[in-house]
C-alpha cells in the first residue's frame, strides 16, 4: 500500500476493480452496449450545442474582421464605415488609457493621504463627490451593462461545465470508486439541467432587459395604482398598502411565467432521471402554500420595512438591520416547527439500530438532543438528506427516508457526525453573522439611493417609491452581491471541510466517504465539475476533494 493511500481507500477501489479491468478505445471503459449507447447520447452535441458554437465562432470572426478592417484603413475607417465609428474609438482608446495609467498612479500616489488631517479631509469631501457622481450616473444603462456583463460571464461559466458533462471517460481521480455508468447517468442528468438553465437564463435575461428597457415597473406600479384606488378607495398617499398589492401583483406575473420551466424541471427532468415523486396536486399545492406563506409572513416584514425607511430618517438602516436579524432569527426558529410540517411528514424515528447509534454519539458529544425525526423526503424526490436545527438546550435532528434507503447504517451515523461537527465548530453562528453583514451592508448602499430623484427618473418613475427604490437599487448591488455570496460559498466550504474532518477524528472517516460517495451517485451529483464554474457557485467542496481531504493521513482517526 503506498503512503498516500489508506485502507478504507483501498476497499473502495477494490470493490469497483471490476469494472475498470478493462478500457474500450472508444469510451475508456469497459465495454457494454447499453453503456455505450447512453455514452453516445452523452457525448452527442446538439442544437442547443451547435448555436452556442456557432456564437462563440461569431463573435471571433467579428473581433477578427473589425481587427483587420481596423488594419487596413486606420484613420479613414469611420469615414469609409461611420456605423464602425464607435468601435474605432473604443479600440483606439485602448493604448492612451494604457499609456496614461502612470500619469494616474502617480496622481493616485501624490494625492494619497500621509497624515490624520489628510485623511479626515479626504472623509469630508467624500459625501459631496459621491452625491455629485449619484446625480449624474445614467443608472438604467449602468444598470443594463452590468446585467449583460453579468449574464455573458456566468454563461461562460455553464458553457465550460457543460463542456465537462459531454464527457464520457472517468477522469483518473475517480475511476476507483465511481462505476461507469454512475458516471455516465450524473453526466446525463446534469446535461438535461443545463440545456435547461441555458434556456432558461436567456429567457429571464431577456425578459429583464424588456421590463428596463419598456419601464414595465413604473407601468405595473401605475395599474396597482389606479386599481387600487378605483376598488379600494386609496390614494397615493397609501403607499405602504400600494407596495404590498405591487409585490404581489409583480411576484404573481413571476411565478406565471416561470411556470413552463419550473414544471418541465419537475416532470420531465426530474422525472426523466428517477427523481420526482409528486404529483401535479402536491406541486401546485405546494405552490399555492409557498404563496400563501411569503403574503401572510412577508407582507408584515415588508411593511414594517417601509414604515421604518419613511419613520426613522437618514439612519434608517440601524433599525431596519434590527428588524432583518430578528425576523431571520424568528424564521429559524419557526421553520422546522410550524413551516416545514406544512409540506412533509416528520416521524419519531423507529426504535432500532440507526436510532441506538445516533442517540450514543450525540450523548458522546454533549449534543442536547431532544427529538429525532425521519421526514418522508421520498414523497417529493429522490434526493436524500440530513440536518440539524434548533437553538439553545432543544435541538432536532432530521433524516430523510430516501437516506436511510440509500445508505448503510453506519455511514448515515458518519455524515451525522458531520452535521455535528457544523453544530460543534459553531459554523451555524459563523454564518448567521456573515448574512447579517451582508444585511447591514445592503441596507447600508441602500441609505445612499433611497432618496436619488435621478434614479427614479432614469427608470421612468415620476415619484419616488421607497419599495420601487429598493428594486433599482438592487439592480445596481448585484455585482457587490456577487462578490459576496462567493464570500459565503468559500467559508461554506471551509466549514463542510472541517465538519468531514470532525466526523472523521470521531472516528468516521470510512464511513463518511463511502457515505458521500452513495450520496453523490444516488443524486446524480456533478462528479467532476469544472474548477471555475465549481469555485464560483458551490457552497460545497466537490466530491474528490472532499476524499481527498479525509484520505488525508496528518488527519488521523480517534479510534476511542
Known sequence: ?????????????????????????????????????????????????????????????????????????????????????????FVFSIPEFVASIPEYAAMVKDGFPTSLDEVMLLASAFPGWLAELLHTLPYKEFVLA?????????????????????EV???????????????????????????????????????????????????????????????LGFGAEYEITQSLLFLMAASLVSSVISLPFT??????????????????????????????????????????????????????????????SGAQILFILIYPTFIQPLFNKFDPLPEGELRTSIEALALRLNFPLKKLYVVDGSKRSGHSNAYVTGFSNSKKIVVYDTLIEQCATDEIVAIIGHELGHWKKNHLLRMMVAAQVQIFMLFFA???????????????????????????????????????????????????????????????????????????????????PDPLYSTYHYSH?????RLNAIWDPNVAPKTE
Open 169 to 231: 471517460r472517468r477522469p483518473q481521480a475517480i475511476s476507483s470508486f465511481i462505476s461507469r455508468q454512475a458516471y455516465i447517468e450524473a453526466n446525463a442528468y446534469g446535461l438535461d439541467q443545463s440545456s435547461l438553465a441555458l434556456i432558461q437564463k436567456l429567457f429571464d435575461q431577456l425578459t429583464n432587459t424588456a421590463i428596463i428597457v419598456y419601464d414595465m415597473v413604473p407601468m405595473l406600479w401605475a395599474i396597482v395604482g389606479a386599481g387600487m384606488e378605483a376598488y
Open 446 to 528: 441602500f441609505g445612499s439611493f433611497v432618496g436619488e430623484e435621478a434614479m427614479y427618473a432614469s427608470f421612468g418613475m415620476d415619484t419616488m417609491p421607497t419599495i420601487i427604490g429598493f428594486i433599482f437599487f438592487q439592480y445596481l448591488y448585484d455585482p457587490l452581491s456577487n462578490v459576496l455570496r462567493f464570500g459565503i460559498n468559500l467559508l461554506s466550504r471551509l466549514h463542510e471541510f472541517d465538519a468531514d474532518a470532525f466526523s472523521k477524528k470521531l472516528g468516521f472517516g470510512g464511513a463518511l466517504a463511502s457515505g458521500l460517495i452513495k450520496i453523490h451517485v444516488e443524486n446524480k451529483s456533478n462528479l467532476n
Open 1 to 89: 500500500m503506498s503512503r498516500s493511500e489508506t485502507p478504507e481507500k483501498t476497499e473502495l477501489a477494490a470493490e469497483a476493480s471490476t469494472s475498470t479491468s478493462t478500457r474500450s478505445p472508444k469510451y475508456g471503459d469497459d465495454p457494454d452496449s447499453a453503456l455505450d449507447a447512453q455514452a453516445a447520447l452523452v457525448m452527442q452535441k446538439g442544437l442547443l450545442d451547435d448555436i452556442i458554437d456557432g456564437i462563440q465562432l461569431g463573435v471571433v470572426t467579428i473581433v477578427i474582421i473589425s481587427l483587420l478592417f481596423i488594419a487596413i484603413f486606420a484613420g479613414s475607417l469611420p469615414t469609409v464605415f461611420p456605423v464602425t465609428q464607435p468601435i474605432y474609438d
Open 263 to 324: 414544471l418541465y424541471s419537475t416532470f420531465v427532468v426530474e422525472k426523466r432521471h428517477g427523481f420526482n415523486k409528486q404529483t401535479i396536486g402536491i406541486f401546485f399545492s405546494d405552490m399555492v402554500k409557498s404563496y400563501a406563506l411569503a403574503t401572510f409572513l412577508g407582507g408584515p416584514l415588508i411593511a414594517a420595512f417601509l414604515w421604518i425607511v419613511t419613520k426613522t430618517g437618514s439612519q434608517f438602516y440601524l433599525y431596519v438591520w434590527a428588524l432583518m
Open 146 to 166: 452590468l446585467s449583460w456583463a453579468n449574464y455573458l460571464w456566468e454563461t461562460h461559466l455553464d458553457i465550460r461545465q457543460r463542456d465537462r458533462l459531454h
Open 541 to 545: 467542496p466537490p466530491l474528490v476533494e
